[in-house]
């Protein structure tokens, strides 16, 4: 499946910049390139990408700190390429915007099918199916399932969702706690938007993991602990950016050995 759209390659490696080019290229992507991190970032600012490539061991300034400046500016995927060992960097990126990671050494084809996952992840309901074969696992609730959140109604069509005064307007990608704006990054986005959509019910981590990767439907298949650690650092800096706590969760409840869901509703609620 060919991908459309936008790319940034920041890469100081020559041979893995111009052959990350080249795949990307040929998936249908316009791609940029730059072989330093104060160049990724103009590019970023200059192109607009969709989707970011980026090199965690740049040698000017890191990774981490490209992620850092690209967010001020950009919702673009970033996609981090690291090696094993730098498994500590690699969760910080996510902590601080990145949306997904692949080892190093990798297949030209994985990193293409985590782009094309990116670029094409599903919205709304088709979500999470399946929740890893958890056993509390089962289809979302309905909008007028008491359980679930309050569908937001405007004159035409449902905008969003509503939970504990917790706002995500689906149509214009939006998040605001009572009237501030709070600004999420797509995959921390689409993960509240999944859990809202399931509402009481639980979707475990490997769940979440599978259809970050587009392997929602792969019950069985494998998900390594970094990428559940990586769900994990998603959902924590999802409750920083909106203030929740895990230990007194207004939004996001833990459940422990599983998963996540909503908090229940509040008697203001």
């Keep these: 499946m060919g991908a459309s759209g936008v790319a940034v390659v920041i890469e100081d490696d020559d041979d893995i910049r111009e052959v990350v080019h080249a795949v990307l290229e040929a998936s249908g992507l316009e791609v940029y390139a730059a072989g330093n991190g104060v160049d990724g970032v103009d590019a970023v600012r200059l192109h607009n990408p969709d989707v970011i490539t980026l090199d965690l061991g740049l040698p000017d300034i890191d990774g981490i700190e490209v992620t850092r400046r690209v967010r001020e500016f950009s919702d673009a995927y970033i996609i981090m390429l690291t090696a094993r060992a730098r498994e500590v960097d690699t969760l910080q990126g996510l902590a601080i915007g990145a949306d997904d990671f692949v080892t190093k050494p990798f297949r030209p084809r994985e990193l293409l099918a985590r782009v094309e996952t990116l670029l094409r992840r599903p919205r709304g309901s088709k979500l999470l199916n399946s929740s890893g074969g958890s056993p509390t696992a089962e289809q979302p609730p309905t909008p007028n399932s008491p359980t679930g959140p309050t569908p937001v109604l405007p ?13 995500l307007d689906v149509a214009t990608r939006t998040t605001r706690v ?4 709070v600004q999420l990054t797509r995959t921390e986005f689409d993960l509240l938007q999944a859990l809202m959509e399931a509402g009481r019910v639980v979707r475990s981590t490997t769940g979440l993991a599978r259809w ?3 392997r929602e439907y792969e019950t069985g298949g494998y998900v390594s602990e970094s ?5 994990q650092v ?10 929740d706590s895990a230990q007194s969760p207004r939004w996001v409840e833990t459940v422990r050995g599983v998963g996540y869901r ?3 509703k509040t008697s203001e609620n």
Excluded: C
């Design 155 to 167: 004159a035409a069509e449902p905008a969003g969702l509503e939970h504990n005064g917790l706002f």
């Design 178 to 181: 009572g009237t501030e704006e």
């Design 212 to 214: 970050l990767h587009a």
């Design 227 to 231: 990428e559940e650690r990586a769900i």
């Design 234 to 243: 998603h959902i924590a800096n999802l409750r920083r950016k909106l203030g």
């Design 262 to 264: 909503l908090a229940a």
